[in-house]
C-alpha cells in the first residue's frame, strides 16, 4: 500500500448511518463503500478551556514562558501552585500542566516524573532548604540496619546501636541533672 493511500484512508471515517439503513438488518463486516472526511481536530467548545502538558523553558516569578507542541506560550502560575515546584520542573526536566483560560494561560501544577519523598522509594533523597523541620505527635525515629534513634513526645531520647561514637571539634558538653554510666 503506497503513503499516499494510507493518508487517504487515515483522512477518512464511514459515512453516518441513514435513517432506512439503521432500520435494515445488519451487514456482513467489509469494506465501508462510502466515507466522509474527518476533521483534523474538532474546536474547543466555547468557555471550555483546553489543557495540556507543556515545558517550562524559563521562570521568572509567577510567569513561567512555556513550550506548548511548537508554539512559545506566556502563562502565569496558579495562586494554589508555589514557584518551587514549578522551578523544580524546569531542574528536572519535568512537564507542567497548562490551561488555556480565554487568551491567557495558567500553570496548574507539575507532572512528576521521579521519587516524591514519603510517597515512593527510592535510592537517595536529598533535602535542600534554610529550615527542616519535622513534627509527629508521639514518636520520631530514624533507622538504618540496626541503628536507630527516637524522639518521644514525652521527653525522651533512645539511641540504639552496637558503637556510637560522638566528636566534638570544640567543647563536648554533656549536660543532666544526673549521668548513669553503665
Known amino acids: 500500500m503506497s503513503a499516499s493511500t494510507k493518508k487517504k484512508r487515515l483522512r477518512t471515517a464511514p459515512a453516518a448511518p441513514s435513517a432506512s439503513s439503521a432500520r435494515s438488518a445488519p451487514s456482513a463486516p467489509g469494506p465501508v463503500s462510502s466515507a466522509r472526511p474527518v476533521a483534523a481536530l474538532a474546536p474547543v467548545a466555547a468557555g471550555v478551556p483546553g489543557i495540556v502538558a ?22 502565569t502560575l496558579d495562586p494554589s501552585v508555589h514557584p ?45 532548604a534554610a529550615r527542616v523541620r519535622i513534627r509527629a505527635a508521639d514518636e520520631f525515629t530514624v533507622a538504618s540496619g540496626a541503628a536507630s534513634f527516637a524522639v518521644r513526645a514525652y521527653g525522651t531520647i533512645e539511641t540504639f546501636a552496637e558503637q556510637i561514637t560522638s566528636r566534638a571539634s570544640a567543647v563536648h558538653k554533656i549536660v543532666g541533672r544526673m549521668l548513669h554510666l553503665n
Do not use: N
Not at 519535568?94 to 512528576?112: D, K, N, S
Open 84 to 128: 518551587s515546584v514549578v522551578a523544580t520542573a524546569l531542574t528536572r526536566g519535568e512537564r507542567v500542566i497548562a490551561q488555556r483560560e480565554g487568551e491567557a494561560w495558567v500553570v496548574l501544577g507539575a507532572l512528576r516524573t521521579s521519587p516524591t519523598i514519603g510517597i515512593e522509594e527510592a535510592d537517595e533523597y536529598v533535602i535542600r
Open 54 to 75: 507543556a515545558s517550562v523553558l524559563v521562570l521568572e516569578g509567577t510567569k513561567a514562558r512555556l513550550r506548548v507542541g511548537t508554539l512559545e506560550v506566556t502563562a
